[in-house]
């Protein structure tokens, strides 16, 4: 249906990319997201390597579709993981939280194709320089860790600061995000905050309703004091430790106690006291728990109704 560089590159049927989501992103999510033609994606997170190996091979149990590793770059393990991605013929890696570059060279030797999440036109252009076969242009609209620019003014400037593809992340939950992902000169999207509420996805029902339930306003961000902003919903948590890093008095070793476990408490026991539940700002638009299967071709088949609708508005 559509005609778009990053499935002739992957050999997927719809340019949409799962978002590497930190504790959700499992192998159950990605392979039904791989199955509906998209391209799922197994969250590495803080896994160690054997924990990375027993999901992905779990996932080819599941799927014969292309897939991915996000590889989260400040993870104690990222070394055992950049190993076992190689070891398991990992077709395609995504990264974030850091720069891949330390990595990129045996992940491409190995015929790995390696698309980083950016935030920056300099970062793009970096590692587009080193061999990366895309990049994911993530605005400061997406949940978990953030940057500072925003998607719609980011896309085109690093679509123009480089010659590879770029996929659109941040605020994108459905067809008319896509289709304005495509008009910004991106080649794909990626979704996050869409496929908590997938029935694939395996977080705590709580979460589920949180996401639901949401409006236009309901995430905030925390996190600035330590240089790692993070995305959330808001919380008796995300209040709190927002409170605490603006008291001089509380230490950083204090907030990264605090912290330390809450997305877990979240995604696995739904505690919606203490947890800490990321989400992009697009959760107001996130109404109904859909399949995979059924996300996916409701965003492609919007996102073509828009574009062909929006050739009306030209005289």
Request: proline share 4%; with cysteine.
């Amino acid at each position: 249906m559509f005609n778009s560089k990053i499935c002739d590159l992957l050999g997927i049927e719809y340019p949409i990319f799962q978002g590497g989501m930190a504790w959700v992103a499992d192998a159950q999510l990605a392979a039904a997201v791989s199955n509906a033609g998209g391209l799922g994606i197994i969250a590495a997170m803080n896994m160690d390597g054997e924990m990375l190996r027993s999901e992905i091979r779990k996932l080819k149990t599941l799927t014969d579709k292309p897939f991915g590793v996000n590889v989260m770059l400040m993870s104690p393990y990222a070394e055992q993981v950049s190993d076992v991605v190689i070891q398991e013929n990992v077709p395609v890696l995504t990264t974030g939280a850091g720069n891949p570059l330390l990595y990129m060279k045996k992940w491409l030797a190995a015929g790995i194709k390696v698309i980083p999440v950016v935030a920056s036109v300099a970062l793009a252009q970096m590692v587009a320089k080193r061999g990366a076969s895309a990049v994911i242009a993530e605005g400061g609209e997406s949940g978990g860790h953030i940057g500072e620019a925003n998607t719609l003014p980011l896309v085109p400037q690093v679509v123009d600061g480089i010659d590879i593809p770029v996929i659109a992340a941040g605020g994108i939950a459905d067809g008319r995000g896509m289709a304005a992902a495509f008009m910004l000169g991106a080649e794909g999207v990626q979704l996050g905050t869409r496929f908590l509420v997938a029935k694939e996805c395996n977080i705590h029902d709580n979460y589920k309703q949180k996401v639901l339930k949401a409006n236009d306003t309901g995430t905030m961000v925390s996190g600035r004091r330590s240089g790692h902003p993070v995305r959330a919903l808001k919380s008796p948590f995300a209040r709190a430790y927002a409170e605490m890093e603006k008291n001089p008095d509380v230490s950083d070793g204090q907030l990264d106690e605090y912290g330390a476990g809450a997305l877990r408490r979240a995604v696995v026991d739904g505690d919606t006291e203490k947890g800490s539940f990321l989400c992009g700002q697009v959760a107001g638009l996130v109404k109904r728990e859909q399949t995979c299967k059924e996300i996916i071709e409701e965003i492609v088949a919007e996102a073509a109704t828009v574009i062909k609708n929006a050739a009306t508005r030209l005289k």
